[in-house]
């Protein structure tokens, strides 16, 4: 919702630069302040249990992949 109301020029938002690439691209985003950058923030999966089912391990597996900026 952020991303699309930025896109609208209807505010600021803070992106990783992965997930702006394509609307910087387009022309629909524009970086505001090129110097600056925050710092990584931790991501966690919560679960109620340990044993999870397989298609909630596959998103956590998921999740892990497309957030893992070491890579």
């Known amino acids: 919702m952020f991303r699309r109301l930025a896109t609208l020029d209807l505010g600021v938002i803070l992106l990783a630069e992965e997930v702006a ?3 910087v691209a ?3 985003l524009r970086r505001i302040l090129p110097d ?5 923030t931790p991501v966690y999966a919560l679960t109620e249990t340990r044993l999870l089912p397989a298609k909630t391990q ?3 597996e998921f999740l892990k ?3 893992d900026t070491k890579a």
């Open 21 to 23: 690439a394509e609307d």
């Open 26 to 28: 387009a022309g629909r």
């Open 36 to 40: 600056w950058q925050t710092r990584p």
């Open 58 to 60: 596959r998103f956590i």
């Open 65 to 67: 992949e497309r957030l």
